[in-house]
């Protein structure tokens, strides 16, 4: 029996490693996976808490957050190319011509 | 009842040639404006005339007249309001009687001036604040004509406005006059405080219920700020700095106001607030201190001086101190009645100095005269006539005065709850003092004046000679010539007056005529009733007419002696006077430079203020500390607006940073509330 | 007839108040042509202050309290009125300002060369709130117009003045500003504590006077102090007071003439109006206790200004800071708490507008011939321009304080109230008679006097027909109010009366010994 | 104890998976890692008995999306990421943050009672039948909703990817 | 669960959504069209069939008010409890609709002078104001979060739309990447919130959260989350570091769009989860974040010489006035924010469509010094945009100051004199920033070489709409606090 513990703090971790991964990474592209990630971390959370409650919404949440990141895909590699089209640089720290 | 006087009518009629010389008489020819001017004046003096005559047939004197309410607030309210009693009678007939003189002469002496209708309408104006200075029936109405007379003052010794020492000296003569107001006002302010009015007769009425003071107190407190404005009106010390400085004015205006009118105006002051002053030991010490410092003073810096006009100047301010003197010891009539005497010959003295410059024309320095006799006999003549008043020379005018203001000064008792008698002593020794002084200086005017060879060169220097008052040029004189008629005039009316106008004070007739005004009721004093009137009768009347008759022949001898050591020094050796200003060296230097009052004044409260505004309150205070503190803290806003811009460095990482922190602060806080509930 | 009457009577603070804004709206749409464009304004400021002359004249002596009273819903939440009303105080300054405009629509008349149809645009939207400003009887509609007030003068500064305007503009609109969201700060405290079990919260001033004065306002006691001061700072900086006067001086020097007259004329006196009326109505006993230091900043203020005008190189800004000396004494009489000061005090404010406001024309007048303030540049100029002298010197004798002009009237009874009040400040700020007669002699006497020194001012003509026509009125104002000062007072005296009504027993104020001064400051530190 | 073993194998898969992302230098590889992630929360999703999810989680993430990935990655030609220094606050704000963020979670989640619940296979059956049905019935308007979500997403994938012409 | 199912859904719940359906209807129309209109063609027609699609939905929305029994109280949840329409939501639908109305008009002119081409524009405008709708009248938080999404995306697609600007892209992409990121944290919240209490129905929560006692730790760390994500759509601090830049780099009247319509919505969202949902102890969150956000706000604006930044940073100090009203909670205060963000929207709309006026090609003029002198050229736009500007400082007779005002007031009430001091100074110091603007406009002198175009017919007419607005709000506000007052009832009951 894994407690539910297991399964959120395992979600936790990966959430965090989403974060981090928008923090340290360059690389717009890997960027957008950490987020991904995070938001593969809330799925988790979701699935997890649905198990737990007998509750099929959290599976429902789930598909939508599912069809959200695929949408935001599209349209966030959309940028990313529109970017890099401009800036011919994937390098976040060189897309900085809006500051101050 | 008595009738109704229309009072109002005596200053409002100077006023109304004023108005319209001054708005219309621009355009009008200088006739037409000499005519308005002293149609409007004679009128006034007619009118007073008139009052003059009903003034016996009144059954209530003092005769007060209302015309409604100038201001009010609260419980406070003064009135438009003429109050007449003897004191008002011998203020307005010196004042429209010499007032009229000064116009005529004055139609003369200005007739080549330009601003001609400026002239008339300023000294109309002046006539109007002096007689509601001395008309009007409260202690503000008095205040309105002393502002007032100070601006008339202003103008007029600035009328050679393009002169800058003309202007500068109009300027002080404002500003130091305004220093004695601020104590006027205090005064005023202590009035009320105490008894809710400055009418007159509600205050005299309030005050009637206080005994003298034996201890300074509120009536001392009144009695010194009441002092200040007089001083300043007086050109007493230390205010009188101003007074030589304004005879940078035309003559006829150092004639009318800073020698017969405006500066008396301190005297009548104190007269006509002698039921303060009685009240008050202490404050009639320091008048008579200051009357009798100012005295001496002045007269020694009169015995220097070598511009005509400044003599006659420090010799109204001595004389003022003599009448200050006089009020001092109590003896306000005598005060008065050498107001009146002085107001006579001074004026005499200055008109003829003006013809007297006039005939040189514009040169003012006495070096450069010299043998007038010749040239101008009229003027000799009634200059002479006034010299031997003002040295206290009998039977002329100022003899009568002088002479009464010393004899008082020896005999009053006013002083005696502060000071003992040898005070009196002391002050009277004073007194003769400067009157031997004032003899000297004045004889020594006339022998250097009219005597000797005429020193002036032939007027070509007119260009380069500061004092030269600058319409003159168009004589072209050659020589001196007398004045013309018009001038002339009214310095012989004078000089009758200056010959006999000492009369009314034989048998103290003139003292009994004003005793209504001085006389007052003290509670508490049992010695009150001499004290405050001396001479209305003496326990010791035949001593005290011995004693009488010393001092006269005393202060006649001392006149004698001034003239004698005038006539030695300027008419028999004329070369000694250089001798002995070599041998007094630093003394004389530093009388003949006014004792650097003046520059004393500068360089201890003008400079330091000047100074102070600039440097510390302008620069320092306004623009480095509070401006600074306000740049500041918008500079500071700058700055922290830099650093918030700093955080917006561009780098969408920094940016998630930032959203990292600020999460974990939400979060940590969050947690933090919901884990300690 | 009467129904007329009373019709009038009741809408005529609208008709005055929105009078010269219909006008700017009608202004508006007129095509550019400068010439209609100023005679219209000229009209409708004229008849805006034939309009407001229905005020003393139908004025009743018989009923106490606020007149030509209108009050109806505004908006309901919050409970706004709109609330308009005069007593014998504020029916003169509304007076002040209609006469002012017109004066200032003729002494722009040739020096607006540019952006003329905005400028008086503008100036009548002054008015209009400026106007407001002295009619609200609501907290609310007071502010508002307060604020109002701010837009076009700032705008006038800084589109007409001179080089530094936009630091002018901008500094006297932040320092206002800034103070005033304050007094909107403590506005709305009162509103929301103001209500009562039988009755909401409100803005109406009357009712609020009554519910403090009843103690029904919740937590009142503890807050007074902290709303005296709200509302304190925002009046004191645009009074303005020592040590909030610094942008007084820049706004005044930059400020073209028209605005120089209306900011010292009557924005100024808005301030010292709101310390009269709300300070002291709302917050007597506050008022009472901070006294002492409120008078010993205007104290400091009189005599401050006074020597700092002294030294001044700049004409206008010499009698900017003569303003900064003046309007002491106003808050001085005010803060007297007698009759004879606070009668003074607003006798004052109408001195200084009439003035001051004739001083500003004529350095207008001046600057349009030879386009400096520089007192350096001048001497002399009473020959050249014998007429322009001497309305100078009867408006600056006026400003100094001589008897038999309205300068004297004020400031003898304000300083013979602040005497009764306490002897020292009668005595400290009487000095400032002293210096007041200094600093502006000095300056006549070197602008005026001598030979003249700058060569281009030989040639200057002097005034003509409409700058005469302009300065006329203020002349004979200056003497009127100089002389028969009843007029004034008569309708002043009532409204001081029933202003002063709180202060009737125990009169004298605190004794502004250190010690209490640190008690005020320790009360508000320690909040 | 299968369970067990499967649970760590799985959540091994993703913690690797994860690390892995951040500690690849190359896009490519850290994509690669990404769907190892995916696939391990696939398993833990089925472990879990959501089998709904679990499939789309493989379908739709692992498959659509993270193919899509890789594609723009070789599409945009992206080498190895320079290590650029454009951020300090990120190091000296961000970590800490996130670290910090990550302890209080992780600190309330394991103090909360409920997470100490068991959880076994078959709790819970997410079938497609079953959320097809909630789909249709309650949810029917975010679903419906979503169609929305995409047209945009589509719409703006369009309008980014084409050329503007000048 | 499976009588759900069987459960056909009422005819009534599709007037519920009758706006949202309007919308998306009119976006594949305008979408379609799209493709029928040549590509180097003017896109004009589409705008004006996404204008009419917006008016229709006003309509619909107007129609939904009528409807008998549809917003009645008891019974305005539609579609399973997915959907209310209440006084609350209904306000927000019309304010969106007023605001793409008004971006829509404004956007004829602004396409033309950027030669911007892509149909799509309007059509996105359309969909993202379904989504910003639905964000307002959603009651789950499945909902919620979809439509969010759908808001958040447009805006993305819509930042970027300067396609020959490389900073277009770069705003698009910062904003994308950091909405994705906060996205995360708000449905992390979802995730904990629904796991706490079994639902993600924000009413069924609070009756959840209610019945607990003690509320656990785990609802506050989830409030938390969620008001990370949030607070980061609306721009609080210290959430709002994307927003000068995304607003320098985005088309104008997007800007216009994102500053008020997704904030406004998300604005809509932050009430429905903090007050309808019950959440807890946000209180010194918001306390703090409303501080921190006026002053950066406005402190940070001091030296923005860049017009569109400038008004970046204003929109930040806005969101945190905004946030005070929040604080004093209470239906004043909940009533105080739904009349500031009407008004907030009304007047920073009219600027920005100003401002994308006077950008000219490439917004080559949206600095401080291009705008120098503009009332003399241009005098009629210049006092327009002193009005807004006005108003932004909260200068009587404008909706500004009464949108001030009622936040203070409510404030007070609710006795946060702290936060009112630091407001007021704010709302002080602000003044320099906007009164700079109208000292470059009237005070300096004008440059010749900034052109001015005639006003065009679209922008007047969105310029008479948001100053029409402003003005009234500023000096009729009555009806309108009333109206918000009740929507405050109708969102918490």
Known sequence: MIPLSYYLVLSAFLFICGVLGFLIKRNIITIFMSIELMLNAVNLTFVAYATELKSLSGHIFVFFVMVVAAAESAVGLGIIIAVFRSRETLNVDRVNLLKL | ?677 | MKELISFSNHNILTVITFLPFAGALLLMLFPRRDRDIKWFALLISVLTFLASLHLPWHYSYVTSGFQYEQNIPWISTPNIHYHMGADGISLWLVVLTTFLVPLSVLISWTSIKERVKEFFILMLILETAMIGVFVSLDLFQFYFFWEATLIPMALLIGMYGHERRIYAAVKFFLYTMVASVFLLASIIWLYVHSATNWSGPTFDFVELQQRIQAGQIAGFGHAAQWLFLGFFIAFAVKVPLFPFHTWLPDAHVEAPTAGSVLLAGVLLKMGVYGLLRFNLGLFPEAARRNAPWIITLAIIGIIYGALVALVQPNMKKLIAYSSVSHLGFCVLGIFSFTAMGVSGSVYQMLNHGVSTGGLFMLLGMIYERRHTYDIKQYGGLATPMPVFATFFLVITLASAGLPMLNGFVGEFLVLSGAFQARMIYGILAASGVIWGAYYLLWLYQRVFYGEVTVQANNTLRDLNARERLSLWPLAVMSLVMGVVPMLFLRQINPAVQAALAPFSNGVNAAAPNARHILQVLAQVIGR | ?166 | ?493
């Open chain 5, 1 to 493: 669960m499976s009588t759900q199912v069987l459960t056909s859904i009422p005819t009534v719940d599709y007037i519920r959504i009758l706006p949202e359906i309007v919308l998306g209807i009119f976006g594949i129309i305008v979408m379609m069209a799209d493709a029928f209109i040549p590509q180097q063609d003017s896109k004009k027609p589409l705008g004006y069939l996404a204008f009419i699609g917006m008016v229709v939905a006003l309509l619909a929305t107007l129609c939904q008010a009528r409807f008998p029994g549809i917003y009645d109280p008891t019974n305005g949840t539609g579609f399973f409890g997915m959907v209310r329409v209440d006084s609350f939501s209904l306000f927000f639908h019309v304010l969106i609709a007023l605001i793409a109305m008004a971006v829509i008009l404004m956007s004829f002119e602004y396409m033309e002078v950027q030669r911007m081409r892509s149909g799509e524009y309007y059509g996105i405008i359309l969909l993202a104001a379904l989504g910003m709708m639905l964000m307002s009248s959603a009651v789950e938080l499945v909902m919620i979060f979809i439509a969010l999404e759908i808001s958040s995306i447009g805006s993305y697609v819509l930042a970027a739309m300067r396609r020959r600007v490389a900073e277009s892209a770069e705003s698009s992409l910062k904003y994308f990447l950091l909405g994705s990121f906060a996205t995360a944290f708000f449905l992390y919240g979802v995730a904990l919130i629904f796991g706490a209490t079994g639902s993600t129905n924000v009413y069924t929560i609070a009756g959840a959260i209610r019945a607990m006692s003690p509320v656990p730790p785990m609802i506050y760390l989830a409030v938390a989350l969620m008001f990370i994500g949030l607070g980061f759509k609306v721009a609080a601090a210290p959430f709002h570091i994307w927003t000068p830049d995304v607003y320098e780099g985005s088309p104008s009247p997007i800007v216009a769009l994102m500053s008020t319509g997704p904030k406004a919505a998300a604005f809509a969202v932050l009430l429905r989860v903090l007050f309808a949902m019950d959440a807890p102890g946000w209180f010194w969150i918001v306390w703090v974040s409303a501080a921190l956000s006026m002053t950066i706000g406005n402190i940070g604006a001091l030296v923005q010489t860049n017009v569109k930044r400038l008004l970046a940073y204003s929109s930040i100090a806005h969101a945190g006035y905004l946030l005070v009203a929040f604080a004093a909670a209470r239906d004043s205060g909940i009533s105080a924010a739904i009349f500031y963000t009407a008004t907030y929207a009304a007047m920073n709309v009219g600027a920005f469509a100003i401002v994308s006026h006077f950008a000219n090609a490439n917004e080559k003029y949206v600095n401080l010094s291009d705008y120098a002198g503009l009332g003399r050229r241009s005098p009629i736009l210049a006092a327009i945009l002193t009005v807004f500007l006005l108003s932004l400082i909260g200068i009587p007779i404008t909706g500004g100051f009464f949108a001030k005002f009622y936040v203070f007031t409510s404030a007070l009430q609710s006795h946060l004199v702290g936060l009112t001091i630091i407001g007021v100074i704010n709302s002080a110091v602000g003044a320099y920033y906007y009164l700079r603007v109208i000292v470059y406009m009237y005070m300096r002198d004008e440059r010749e070489e900034v052109p001015v175009a005639r006003m065009p017919f679209g922008l007047a007419v969105a310029l008479a709409m948001c100053l029409v607005f402003t003005i009234y709000m500023g000096v009729l506000p009555n009806q309108f606090i009333g109206y918000a007052l009740r929507s405050a009832h109708d969102l918490v009951r």
């Open chain 4, 1 to 166: 104890m299968l369970h067990e073993i499967l649970f760590f194998f799985f959540a091994a898969g993703c913690v690797a998976g994860a690390i892995n992302l951040l500690a690849q230098k190359h896009p490519i590889n850290s994509a690669l890692s990404l769907i190892v992630v995916m696939a391990s929360l696939a398993g833990l999703f089925l472990l879990m008995g959501a089998e709904f999810v679990g499939a789309i989680q493989v379908i739709i993430y692992a498959g659509a999306i993270m193919v899509l990935f890789v594609f723009v990655i070789m599409l945009l030609n992206a080498g190895i990421e320079e290590h650029t220094k454009g951020s300090k606050i990120a190091i000296i704000l961000g970590v800490p943050g996130a670290a910090v963020v990550a302890t209080l979670i992780t600190w309330i989640l394991l103090r909360t009672e409920t997470s100490n619940t068991p959880i076994s296979i078959g709790q819970l059956h997410g079938t497609g039948a079953d959320i097809g049905r909630l789909l249709f019935g309650p949810f029917l308007l975010p679903f419906e909703v979503t169609s929305v979500l995409v047209l945009i997403a589509i719409m703006g994938a369009v309008v980014l990817a084409r050329r503007e012409d000048a």
């Open chain 2, 1 to 677: 009842m008595d009738q109704n006087l229309n009072l109002w009518i005596i200053p409002l009629l100077p006023l109304a040639g004023a108005a319209i010389n001054g708005l219309l008489g621009k355009r009008f020819p200088n006739k037409l404006v000499a005519t308005i001017a002293l149609f409007f004046t004679a009128c006034s003096f007619g009118y007073f005339c008139y009052v003059a005559s009903l003034f016996s047939h009144l059954t209530q004197i003092p005769h007060i007249e209302s015309y409604g309410t100038w201001m009010q607030a609260g419980s406070f309210h003064v009135e438009f309001g003429a109050y007449l009693d003897q004191l008002t009678m011998i203020m307005l007939g010196v004042v429209t009687g010499v007032g009229f003189l000064i116009h005529v002469y004055s139609v003369g002496y200005m007739a080549h001036e330009g601003g001609y209708y400026r002239f008339f309408a300023y000294l109309n104006l002046f006539m109007f604040f002096m007689l509601t200075l001395v008309l009007g029936s409260s202690y503000l109405l008095m205040f309105v004509g002393w502002e007032g007379v100070g601006l008339a003052s202003y103008l007029l010794i600035g009328f050679f406005f393009r002169k800058n020492s003309a202007a500068q000296a109009g300027k002080k003569a404002f500003i130091t006059n305004r220093i004695g107001d601020f104590g006027f006002l205090i005064g005023l302010f202590l009035i009320i405080q105490h008894w809710g009015t400055l009418q007159y007769d509600s205050v005299f009425q309030a005050v009637s219920g206080y005994g003298v003071e034996t201890h300074a107190g509120l009536f001392t407190a009144i009695g010194i700020c009441l002092l200040i404005g007089a001083c300043g009106k007086s050109a007493q010390i230390p205010l009188y700095v101003w007074l030589p400085d304004a005879m940078e004015g035309p003559t006829p205006v150092s004639a009318l106001i800073h020698a017969a009118t405006m500066v008396t105006a301190g005297v009548y002051m104190v007269t006509r607030s002698n039921s303060i002053f009685s009240r008050s030991p202490h404050a009639m010490l320091v008048v008579a201190c200051i009357g009798a410092a100012t005295a001496l003073f002045a007269a020694t810096m009169g015995i220097t001086q070598t511009d005509i006009k400044r003599v006659l100047a420090y010799s109204t301010i001595s004389q003022l101190g003599y009448m200050f003197l006089a009020c001092g010891v109590g003896a306000y009539t005598a005060g008065v009645f050498h107001l009146m005497t002085h107001a006579f010959f001074k004026a005499l003295l200055f008109l003829s100095a003006g013809s007297v410059i006039h005939a040189v024309g514009g040169e003012q320095d006495m070096r450069n005269m010299g043998g007038l006799r010749k040239y101008i006999p009229w003027t000799f003549w009634v200059m002479t006539a006034a010299t031997i008043a003002i040295a206290g020379i009998p039977p002329f005018a100022g003899f009568f005065s002088k002479d009464e203001i010393l004899w008082k000064t020896f005999s009053s008792e006013s002083l005696r709850p502060v000071v003992g008698a040898g005070f009196n002593k002391f002050l009277w020794l004073i007194g003769i003092i400067t009157a031997g002084m004032t003899s000297f200086y004045m004889f020594r005017q006339w022998f250097m004046t009219f005597f000797g060879e005429y020193r002036g060169a032939k007027h070509d220097h007119e260009a380069d000679h500061g004092h030269a008052a600058p319409a003159h040029d168009d004589h072209g004189h050659g020589t001196p010539h007398e004045s013309p008629a018009i001038m002339i005039a009214p310095l012989v009316v004078l000089a009758i007056l200056s010959f006999c106008g000492g009369w009314v004070g034989i048998h103290n007739k003139f003292d009994g005529y004003l005793s209504p005004v001085t006389k007052i009721q003290v509670a508490n004093t049992p010695a009150a009733e001499e004290a405050v009137m001396p001479g209305e009768k003496a326990p010791a009347e035949e001593s005290g007419s011995n004693t009488e008759l010393i001092l006269m022949i005393t202060s006649v001898g001392v006149a004698l002696i001034g003239f004698g050591l005038a006539w030695y020094l300027y008419k028999a050796h004329p070369e000694k006077p250089a001798a002995i200003v070599k041998s007094l060296g630093g003394l004389y230097t530093t009388v003949a430079n006014k004792y650097y009052v003046d520059e004393f004044y500068g360089a201890t409260i003008v400079k330091p203020i000047l100074l102070l505004s600039t440097k510390v309150f302008w620069k320092g205070v306004d623009v480095t500390l509070i401006d600074g503190a306000l740049n500041g803290s918008a500079a500071g806003a700058q700055e922290t607006s830099q650093g918030v811009r700093r955080m917006q460095s561009g780098n969408i990482r920094s940016y998630a940073g930032w959203v990292a922190v600020g999460a974990a602060v939400v979060i940590g806080y969050m947690v933090y509330v919901g884990v300690a509930r």
